[in-house]
């Protein structure tokens, strides 16, 4: 287990290499930066706060006991895939500009994989960091050069990557849900709302 965390974080310090255009930005920001209404960085907000609350809420619908389940030996466990997206997120926003946060050890994180209420707090912390490395960018940057996972590509470019990273390993939870009978619950939420619907158009009428 520790050796794939160490991997894991040469990788990602590896291939998310800061863009010398945003290199200087690398620096805490002084005041709360405005949420913009409109744009590529709205956008991709938009789409960020959608993966924060279904991998939170997924991984508080999974028992604590199955984060230390995998589907196969050398495969990442159901914890692994949750503290890979918390690690990540750490590190993207530092390819970003934004610096770790004080106190905030990858390695540490990775060794809690199988914890599940320091998974979830992990993952609050995180995508809570990431948003605010989001909102000290410029719109003005979006074509700016920027690597990301060892591509060059531009700023707007990166979100690409970044959804599709997301995209992959939310699909991979959502098959170790199923996998361990865990219905996701956006789409429990979904099956009890047709519920109530059919309820109603059965009702007879008075």
Known sequence: MKSKVLLFLAFMSSV???????RAQ???AT????????GYRAEFLDELASYEQKFTRLAEAMPAEKYSWRPGEGVRSAGDVFTHI??????????LGTPLPAGIDPAVLGASA??????????????????????????????KPQKMFGH???LRGSFVLVSG???EHLGQSIAYARMNGVVPPWTEDQQQRQQQEKKQQEKPKQ
Do not use: C, W
């Not at 998310?16 to 255009?21: E, M």
């Open 16 to 22: 998310l290499a800061i863009g010398p255009s945003l």
């Open 26 to 28: 690398e620096k805490p």
């Open 31 to 38: 005041s709360a930066p405005i949420a913009p209404t409109s």
């Open 86 to 95: 918390v690690i990540a997120n750490y590190f993207i926003a530092r390819a």
């Open 114 to 143: 199988n914890d599940k209420a320091k998974t979830i707090q992990g993952l609050k912390n995180s995508f809570a960091h990431f948003r605010q490395a989001i909102l000290a960018l410029s719109d003005a940057d979006a074509d």
């Open 152 to 154: 060059q590509t531009t």
């Open 165 to 167: 990273h997301m995209g």
